[in-house]
């Protein structure tokens, strides 16, 4: 089994390069179906969600190259594609449903599998349902799979979703392109995510308003066309490393993600002591070039107070991090979890590591404490992974992060990286442990 194993205390200093958005990438890949022809994206980040993503467009009959190293992904659209996202592919990766509204759309029918996904609680697509049912089609659950069909096309509509769903918003959009009329969505999410895919949609001659509000407005069209797009930065990631700074009074800069992506964050960093600075467009490592910011971190953070929220909020994705923070802060901290039933495997974990932390329904109150002990843990979920890394930068000793798989899903060059940062981190091979029977 390999492990990551770090060994504390230790502290991030330097920089790191962040390219594009996992969970905006794999839409915008996803997106591609709505036109016929070669769609190319570009800034796409080295990471397992990516090639499972390029396995289920190469199924559906796209033919697809993608060049890690360059970050480009070339996809191949023809006119007829196939329906059916099965189930091996949507259980890796519970994104593989953002392919049911561009099929439903453009042909007619998908079907597409009922997805497992991280260990994060139940997330539920009935938005998505209720939405392209809205739209016109019927969808029904048939042997695990949705079953949609909109055999006269799609036809605009108002839709008032529940809650602001990233994913459903993403689906409806996509769908109400090629609807015929106008379809207006309220309490639609905001996301940095929903405008990237918003954006290449209208590059593609879609007819979208409202972009980044809560109300957005598609005028269906009879066709799109393939385009070159670059993929927003990873706000995720970037999130990641500067709390990775913060957490280890460290000094981190990260190029490719600017502060406007990250407003509550960076608030909620300088509040635990940390210094924050916009270094707005620096250049980055493919050329090009773009944001930045610079994170110095205090010899002993102190704690804070974070609720989750839907963007421009805090992100529910950094939630670990915040935990990883306040459980080696100066005082008490406290994390309201408010989008997803909470992920409390990862405070198991962090436990393991001397973390002091208390449960009460969806917050999670910490006690700081001057450093944890290294320990062997286990990851549960990509964010999950990457907490327990940091958690480790103020261990003692040495502490092994189990689970890998999950945390390469979502961080490229996790080790590379950290290791640049002067983190003593490697990938060593653990011997299976006790074996019975
Ligand atoms: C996306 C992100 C994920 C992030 C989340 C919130 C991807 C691949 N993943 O997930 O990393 O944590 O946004 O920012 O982009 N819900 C329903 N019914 C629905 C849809 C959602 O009840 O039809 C609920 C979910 O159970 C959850 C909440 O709404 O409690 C948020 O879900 P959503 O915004 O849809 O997140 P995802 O798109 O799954």
Not at 193 to 214: F, H, R, S, Y
Request: proline share 4%; hydrophobic share 45%.
């Amino acid at each position: 089994m390999e492990v990551f194993r770090l060994t504390g205390p230790a502290s991030l200093h330097g920089s790191v390069d962040v390219r594009g958005a996992k969970n905006s990438v794999l839409k915008l890949m996803a997106a591609s179906l709505l036109a016929v022809g070669r769609t190319t994206i570009t800034n796409v980040p080295a990471i397992l969600d990516v090639r499972i993503m390029v396995e289920l467009l190469g199924r559906l009959g796209c033919v697809v190259d993608y060049d890690p190293d360059a970050g480009i992904v070339g996809i191949d659209v023809p006119a007829e594609v196939g329906i059916q996202a099965d189930y091996e592919l949507v259980r890796a990766m519970r994104a593989s449903i953002s392919v049911l509204g561009p099929l439903t759309a453009r042909m007619k029918a998908a079907h597409v599998a009922l997805p497992g996904g991280d260990a994060i609680g139940s997330r539920g697509l009935d938005m998505h349902q209720a939405g392209l049912e809205a739209l016109g089609a019927t969808v029904h659950l048939e042997h695990g799979y949705f079953v949609a069909t909109a055999q006269a096309g799609l036809r605009g509509t108002e839709i008032a979703l529940d809650f602001p769903s990233v994913g459903a918003t993403e689906n409806l959009v996509m769908a109400a392109t090629l609807a015929r009329g106008e379809t207006v969505i309220s309490n639609a999410a905001k996301e940095p995510e929903i405008v990237d895919i918003c954006t290449m949609l209208v590059e593609m001659g879609a007819k979208i308003t409202g972009i980044g509000t809560g109300l957005i407005t598609i005028t269906g069209v009879d066709a799109l066309r393939p385009v070159t797009h670059r993929t927003v930065g990873d706000r995720i990631v970037a999130g990641t490393y500067a709390f990775g700074a913060a957490l280890s009074a460290g000094d981190v800069t990260v190029r490719g993600v600017g502060l406007e992506l990250l407003p509550n964050v960076a608030i909620k960093l300088r509040d635990s002591g940390a210094v924050v600075d916009d270094l707005g467009d620096i250049p980055l490592a493919d050329g090009t070039t773009g944001q930045g910011f610079r994170v110095i971190g205090t010899r002993r953070p102190r704690s804070i107070r974070v609720a989750t929220m839907p963007f421009p909020g805090f992100p529910t994705d950094l939630q670990p991090f915040v935990i990883g923070l306040n459980s080696v802060a100066d005082g008490v901290g406290l994390l309201s979890e408010n989008l997803f039933e909470a992920r409390w495997r990862f405070v198991q974990e962090l436990a393991r590591l001397g973390a002091k932390v208390r449960i009460d329904g969806n917050h999670a109150l910490v006690t700081g404490v001057p450093e944890l002990s290294g320990a062997e843990v286990e990851a549960s979920d990509i964010r999950a992974g990457a907490g327990l890394v940091l958690a480790g930068l103020r261990a003692t000793g040495v502490t092994e992060v189990s689970g890998i798989d999950h945390i390469e899903r979502g961080y490229e060059n996790f080790v590379a990286n950290l290791r640049k940062l002067g983190a003593p981190i490697e990938r060593v091979v653990r011997a299976e442990g006790l074996r019975f029977g």
